[in-house]
C-alpha cells in the first residue's frame, strides 16, 4: 500500500466512524459494566410484558404480567409492537433475556449513531454528527440509550427517514417512510409523533417547489395514523382536549438539568451548527434548524407553561438531544473547514498550522468535550432494583416452584422483576411511588410474615424475605423463599 494510500484512508470518514461506534457501544455499556441485569424499572415492565404476550401467543388474549386479570397495563396496549419484536426475537435466537437487556442497547445505540451519520454524511458533517449523537446521555428520570425501552429504538428510524426525506422522491421512499411511522407508532406513539414534528418543516419547505414529494411524505406519515391503528382514534379526542388544560409536572420522575448532563460544548456548536446551516440556505439545511426549533417550542410549551401530554415531554428530551446533536455535527463541520488568510500564513511562517487551524481545533475541542463527557457518563448513578441473590432465587423459583403456587408477596420495590424472572404474579410491587398497599407488604415481611389469613385472603401461596419468617404454616423450600402449606392443592 503506497503512502498516498495510506494517507486517504487516514483521511477517511470509516477510519473515525470505528472509534465512534466503539465509544457508543461503551457509553452505553456503562450501565452494564457491573451489572449483568436489566437496571431501569421500565426494562423490567417491558421484559415482563414480553413473555405475557409470548405465552398467550396474541396480542388480544393478553392477561396483565403482575397481578393477573384483563386490567392491561397501558404499555401493553400501546408498545404492543416493542413486545412482539423483542419476544420473537428471544425465542427464535435463543439468548436470554438478561444478555438482551445487557447488550442490546449498546447495539441499537451503533445502529443509531450509524443513522446519524448516514444522514450527515450526505449534508457534509457525518462523523461529526455521529461524535455527537453518540454523546445523548442516560439517565434515570429521561431514560436513554443505555436502557432497552422504546424510546432508544425510536431513536434511530429519526436520522433514517429524514435521510429518506432528504434524498428520495419514489414511492419506495415514500413506502419506506410509511413502514418506519407503523413500526414506530406500533411500539411507542410518542416517538411516531416526533418523527412528524420533526419533518413537518421538510413537508412545508418543499410545497412550493416540489408538492408531489410534500404530498407523498404527508400521506406516509398520517396514514399510519389512521388506517393500521383505528384503536387510535378512541384516543384523539382526549389527547386534544388535554393539550389545552395545563397539567402538572411529573414529580415522580427527575428531571436532570439537561445542559449540563448533554454538555456545554456541544450545544455551542449546535448553535454554531444552527448558523452554519442557515447560511447555507438549502430546504433542508433550513428544515434542520426548524425542526430543532419546533421541538424547543414543544418542550418549553410543557415545561414552562404546563400545556401538553406529560409522555411525550418526558420523552421528548431523548429527541431533542438528538436534533441538537445532528446540528452540532454541521457545527463541528463548519469550525473544521476555518482557516486563515493567505497573507496572515504567510507571515506566521507555519504553514502547516495555519492552512489547519480549523482541524486543530476541531481535536482541540473533541478532546475537551470527551475528556467531560466521559467521565460524567461514567459517574451517573443508576439504581438495581436486584442483586446477584435475588436473582439466583427468582431462577430458582421459576424452575423449581410449580404453576399451583402462583402469586408471591415479597419487598415491592422487587416485585417488578421478580414477575419478570419467574412469570408468576405479586401480591404489589412499586414503579413509581409507594402506595398503602406497599406499605401493608412491608409490614407483614417486617412482622416475621406471621399473619397466614393475611396470606390465604389474598391467595398469596409464596413468600420471598431476605429477613426472616417464624410462621409454622410457611415451609422454607430455599433459603429466603417460602411457601404455604397446603396452597398448592387448593
Known amino acids: 500500500m503506497s503512502w498516498q494510500n495510506i494517507w486517504q484512508l487516514a483521511k477517511s470518514d470509516y477510519l473515525k466512524l470505528v472509534p465512534i461506534l466503539a465509544l457508543a457501544f461503551y457509553l452505553a455499556f456503562i450501565p452494564h459494566l457491573n451489572y449483568p441485569y436489566a437496571v431501569h424499572i421500565d426494562e423490567w415492565v417491558h421484559l415482563a410484558s414480553s413473555q405475557e404476550l409470548m405465552r398467550a401467543g396474541s396480542t388480544t388474549a393478553l392477561s396483565q404480567p403482575f397481578y393477573?386479570?384483563?386490567?392491561?397495563?397501558?404499555?401493553?396496549?400501546?408498545?404492543?409492537?416493542?413486545?412482539?419484536?423483542?419476544?420473537?426475537f428471544q425465542q427464535l435466537s435463543g439468548i436470554s433475556w438478561m444478555e438482551i437487556s445487557r447488550y442490546f442497547p449498546g447495539i441499537i445505540f451503533m445502529i443509531t449513531?450509524?443513522?446519524?451519520?448516514?444522514?450527515?454524511?450526505?449534508?457534509g458533517f457525518g462523523w461529526e454528527a455521529a461524535l455527537f449523537v453518540c454523546l445523548i446521555p442516560t439517565t434515570a428520570g429521561i431514560m436513554g440509550p443505555a436502557f432497552l425501552v422504546p424510546v432508544a429504538v425510536g431513536l434511530l428510524f429519526i436520522p433514517l427517514s429524514l435521510f429518506l426525506a432528504f434524498n428520495f422522491r419514489t414511492a419506495w421512499s415514500y413506502l419506506a417512510l410509511f413502514i418506519f411511522t407503523c413500526f414506530l407508532l406500533s411500539i411507542h406513539a410518542p416517538s411516531a409523533i416526533f418523527l412528524v414534528i420533526i419533518i413537518i418543516p421538510y413537508i412545508l419547505l418543499n410545497l412550493k417547489g416540489n408538492f408531489k414529494h410534500s404530498l407523498g411524505m404527508t400521506l406516509a406519515l398520517a396514514i399510519p395514523f389512521l388506517a393500521p391503528f383505528p384503536w387510535i382514534f378512541d384516543m384523539l379526542v382526549p389527547t386534544f382536549k388535554s393539550l389545552f388544560s395545563p397539567v402538572p409536572l411529573p414529580t415522580h420522575i427527575d428531571f436532570p438539568p439537561v445542559i449540563q448532563t448533554y454538555g456545554h460544548l456541544p450545544i455551542l456548536f449546535c448553535l454554531l451548527g444552527t448558523f452554519m446551516l442557515a447560511m447555507r440556505g438549502r430546504s433542508r439545511d433550513y428544515s434542520l434548524v426548524l425542526s430543532l426549533l419546533a421541538m424547543l417550542l414543544v418542550l418549553v410549551t410543557f415545561f414552562t407553561f404546563h400545556y401538553g401530554v406529560s409522555i411525550l415531554y418526558q420523552r421528548g428530551l431523548m429527541y431533542m438531544m438528538l436534533m441538537v446533536s445532528i446540528v452540532a455535527g454541521a457545527g463541528l463541520m463548519g469550525l473544521k473547514k476555518l482557516g486563515l488568510p493567505a497573507r496572515i500564513s504567510i507571515q506566521l511562517g507555519v504553514p502547516f498550522i495555519t492552512q489547519n487551524v480549523g482541524r486543530i481545533l476541531c481535536l482541540v475541542l473533541i478532546g475537551v468535550t470527551l475528556t467531560i463527557a466521559i467521565p460524567a457518563r461514567q459517574s451517573t448513578y443508576y439504581y438495581h432494583m436486584i442483586d446477584k441473590q435475588d436473582y439466583e432465587a427468582f431462577v430458582w423459583i421459576k424452575n423449581n416452584v410449580s404453576k399451583s403456587y402462583e402469586k408471591s408477596i415479597l419487598d415491592p420495590w422487587k416485585a417488578t422483576a421478580f414477575t419478570a424472572l419467574t412469570g408468576k404474579y405479586v401480591y404489589t410491587r412499586i414503579h413509581q411511588a409507594p402506595k398503602d398497599i406497599d406499605e401493608e407488604a412491608y409490614a407483614f415481611l417486617r412482622g416475621g410474615c406471621t399473619d397466614t389469613a393475611f396470606l390465604r385472603e389474598n391467595n398469596i401461596s409464596i413468600v420471598y424475605n431476605r429477613g426472616s419468617c417464624s410462621n409454622p404454616d410457611l415451609v422454607e423450600v430455599r433459603k429466603n423463599v417460602y411457601l404455604l402449606k397446603e396452597a398448592g392443592t387448593q
Not at 68 to 87: A, I, K, R, Y
Not at 113 to 122: C, P
Request: overall charge neutral; charged content about 10%.
Open 68 to 88: 393477573g386479570g384483563s386490567n392491561l397495563l397501558s404499555v401493553q396496549v400501546l408498545e404492543v409492537g416493542f413486545h412482539v419484536f423483542w419476544g420473537v
Open 113 to 123: 449513531v450509524l443513522s446519524a451519520y448516514i444522514l450527515g454524511r450526505r449534508e
